[in-house]
Structures are given as structure tokens and as C-alpha cells.
């Protein structure tokens, strides 16, 4: 079975802090991928990142970051210096490789507050 | 490039009355995929679909739900005799190529369903 896990429901922090978003996932596919998508208040789905997993190289992409580890099965995701419209729902999902498998497994997701 | 388009953004439906909900996917995307959020739940997959095809209806309840993607027009999900219970944002999503599953899922901004 595949499962992703994001422990943190909610978040709270005062802008400019750093912030990471943990995700840990569980699947028995040697090959599948990871997203982080966000939502923010008005309720659509944006696409931040994909990650192969036989790719373990982490990615940086202006005040975001990204750290995948397969030994411990985390794809955790970094704000540095958050504003306060980076307040959203962060949502990390996996697609496995097995057959003709489409679908992404969601996590629940992370409500990230930036306070002023 | 437009995005993903999905109408209307929300909808209003009395119990026992049916529900459409239309996506039309990215320009030179040809797989759609449907998910629901439901509140407490996450989100969860549907269906993928492609042209004039249903690919793997492995999360569509039993009963009540279709969907279908036409050689022309856009893809539409289908609830038929609507109960409270169907209350979701229902987010649709497409991607490019041959559906390989590097192909990232963009999603459209969602349509929010309410039954009274």
C-alpha cells in the first residue's frame, strides 16, 4: 500500500522565519515520484515541484527548498524567509510505478500560517 | 497557454437533482484526471480518462458517478440524485504526452459543490 504522511496540521509563524514542511511516505515501488502542491486561500491547486525517486539531489528554487532522503523516506519541504503569502495549505503526494497507475496519494496536508 | 479551465466554480444542487461538472485540459494535454476533497478526508483520485477512454475508475463510488472525456469537448463528471454527502471541492487535472508518469498533473482551480 501507499501512503503519504504529513504529521504537521497546522503551522504558525511570524514572516521572515525559516520553515520546513515535513513529509514521509511509504510505498514498495522501486521507482515513483513526489510532488508538493499549494493551495492557497482561494482553493486552487499549484504545482511546486516533482521529484524522481532516483534522483536524490535536493532543489533549491528562490526561497524554497527541497530535501529528499530515501533512507528515511522524507521529502521535506523548506521556506526560507516566508512571507506571509506563502499562507496556504501545502499538500505532498506520491505516484508509485506499478501497472498503469495514474493517481496520486495525498497527504492531508499542511495549513502554513505567516504572520505579520 | 491557458491553464486548466473547470465550470463553474461552484454549483448548487437540492438533493436528488444531478450534478455536471465540465474540465477542459490544457492546450496539447490529452489525460484528464478527477479528485474530491472532501473536508477531514484530503484529496482523493477518481478517475483518469483519456480521449473517449476511462483508463482506471478504481476511486469512482459504485454508484451515481461517471465520467467521460468525448473526442470533442470537455471531460464531465457526472453525479446523478446528489445527496449532502457529495459536498466536495472536486478538482480536475491533465497532463501531457503519452500519460508517462514523469508527466506532472496540473489542476484546474475547482469546482466547490454544495447540496442542500
Known amino acids: 500500500a501507499q501512503k503519504v504522511t504529513q504529521a504537521q496540521t497546522e503551522i504558525s509563524v511570524v514572516e521572515k522565519e525559516d520553515v520546513t514542511l515535513d513529509c514521509v511516505y511509504e510505498t514498495r515501488d522501486t521507482t515513483y515520484y513526489l510532488f508538493w502542491y499549494k493551495q492557497p486561500p482561494s482553493g486552487e491547486l499549484v504545482f511546486l515541484i516533482r521529484r524522481n525517486s532516483f534522483d536524490e539531489q535536493n532543489e533549491i528554487s528562490g526561497r524554497y527548498s527541497w530535501n529528499f532522503q530515501k533512507s528515511t523516506s522524507s521529502f521535506n519541504f523548506t521556506i526560507t524567509a516566508s512571507q506571509v503569502v506563502d499562507s496556504a495549505v501545502y499538500f505532498c503526494a506520491l505516484i508509485g510505478t506499478a501497472g498503469n497507475n495514474r493517481k496520486l496519494i495525498w497527504g492531508l496536508g499542511t495549513s502554513l500560517a505567516v504572520n505579520p | 497557454n491557458a491553464g486548466v479551465m473547470q465550470n463553474p466554480r461552484h454549483l448548487v444542487r437540492r438533493r436528488g437533482q444531478e450534478a455536471r461538472l465540465r474540465c477542459s485540459p490544457m492546450?496539447?494535454?490529452?489525460?484528464v484526471y478527477w479528485y474530491r476533497q472532501l473536508p477531514e478526508e484530503g484529496l482523493k483520485f477518481m478517475v483518469y480518462l483519456q480521449k473517449e477512454n476511462i483508463i482506471d475508475e478504481s476511486g469512482m463510488p459504485k454508484e451515481r458517478f461517471s465520467a467521460e472525456f468525448p473526442k470533442e469537448g470537455p471531460s464531465i463528471l457526472r453525479i446523478q440524485q446528489v445527496v449532502r454527502g457529495d459536498s466536495a471541492a472536486y478538482f480536475c487535472?491533465?497532463?501531457?504526452?503519452?500519460?508517462?508518469?514523469?508527466?506532472?498533473?496540473?489542476f484546474g482551480p475547482g469546482t466547490r459543490l454544495t447540496v442542500l
Open positions: 492546450k496539447g494535454h490529452s489525460h
Open positions: 487535472a491533465s497532463s501531457p504526452r503519452a500519460g508517462a508518469r514523469t508527466d506532472t498533473q496540473y
